[in-house]
């Protein structure tokens, strides 16, 4: 059938239990990072085709009493310009390459600076590492194992290499990074999310704190006596997840995930937290709050004003008051005070309430846009039950039956505000004709009937509710009946047939008092359609 097209898929031919990937928006390219391997995967219609580069990498160092150790699990592939840095664990000793051509590793060159790799890749795969680009510099966070403290680094490219100061951080372990976009240049932030880990906590305090770090892109470091190679704009907040200030908090923030707008500093964070039982929730946080807060929060310690500007805030150097007495105070601030005072509170004061009682293991959100030409944001949790739930989070007081998704088979649930999406079968989609319908008339839909093995029903906006055919011949009809609200919306006609289902037309219905039955046949574009839709306007 034209409509069961078989998914792309890539199978791997050995295990891969630590992978990283890299896609580029807008590409259909994904590098994935495996065991002495990096795949290149080109998803087409006509199946995925694959490059594979190999990199075994065998530790001959290591004593003859030991293994022989040949793992060079690739942890970074990023874009830097027009190349690839590819690092990986390299038996023990971290190394980079730059991939050429898709094919072809060559040692790393291009100018500016570059840190040791074993500040951008851990030595071993099961210690957590991330890594980002901004204007052709590298970022990494490297997560605290054993007595290593964990750090957050500029790595590579033409700014300086700049790092974290030991007692920033506690025991950090990433759970994400983003970008954080701004009108201005100057502005632009990451973010890093971590959870810091007391290991002296006593065993009735929690020894987790979840938090956010960030830095501005622009920063240069500070001077010579003060922060030489460190950053002059890192502050970190305390993030809570739980209902309200009650004892039922989170603070193990497993994976974090931001969708912001273009350039705009606006957006939401959505954090996968744990508890101390290993429960699991989703908090969602506003970009505007963190924001606002990282700008206007006291610091905690530090009481006195400050004076002239803020401390740790983004601004480009000057070398000509690098060394001003104001500048070397406010280094001091930020040297000693990067803890803000005000805490980071989730939107809703509560975690997200999911459709599920499972664990989540992985999230991931994304945007969408619906029929009604809103933007949502969409989430895909994968559970410990090996399930994957697709999650619609609105905040809006949405049309009480049914929201407007693109999505089949939606749910709407009144309690919790969000949508249960069932896994989609493949559709075709088509785009709805738009008909305004004059005020006080009756307006008929056709649907061509193809098969007449096939089912024939009418859905309005993607709800479960659907409406039959109101006659039916060549053509299935909707038109005006009890229970059918022929009112403003979107109309798909959905043929099943062999347990496919298949969307054959649609229709979005506009209410226009001033309009004639004239203006909407000239909306419309099949002639067979013109023909029909004039007919059964009265
Ligand atoms: C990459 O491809 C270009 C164009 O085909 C070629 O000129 C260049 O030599 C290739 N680079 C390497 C390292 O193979
Ligand atoms: C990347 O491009 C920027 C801007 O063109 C340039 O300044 C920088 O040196 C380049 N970085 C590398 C690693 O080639
Ligand atoms: C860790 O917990 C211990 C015990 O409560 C406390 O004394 C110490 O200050 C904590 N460390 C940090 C960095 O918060
Ligand atoms: C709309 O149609 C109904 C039924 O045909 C009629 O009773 C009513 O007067 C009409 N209203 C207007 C404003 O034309």
Redesign the pocket.
Known sequence: KQFHMKPSRFHFTKPENFISMYHQEGTDTLYVGGQAMIYVLSFTDRGVRDLQVGLVICNTATSWWRCLECDNFITVIQK??D?FMVCGTNAGSPRCWMLVNDTVLTDVQ???HIAPASEISPPYPSQKSLSLTA??NLYSAMSSVGSLAGSIRRT???QKLLKTENIWLLNPQFAGAAIIPSSEKVQEEIYFFFSEFNKTARVDEEPYRARIGRICTVDEGGIRALLADSWTTFMKARVMCGAGSTQQQYNNMKQAVVLTAQDKRTGIMYGLFSNAWGKTVICAYSIEDIDRAFSTSKLKGYSSPFIGSRPGMCARKNPATAESPNNIKNLGVIRYHPEIEDVIRPVGVAPLELPTDDQITHAVADVTLAVNDEHYSVLYLGTEQGKVLKVLHTTTSCPPECILSRDPYCGWDKKNHYFLLSPALKLRKTSPREVVVPFNTSVFLPCPVRSFHATYRWEKDNCVLNYPCLFSGDFCVLGPAVDTPLKEGVFRCMATEDGFKVEVISFRLKNDGGLLAASLASTLGLSVLLALTTLWLH
Do not use: E, Q
Request: proline share 0%; glycine share 46%; charged share 10%.
């Open positions: 830097l310009n190349t291009g100018g500016g204007d052709g590579f490219g033409s």
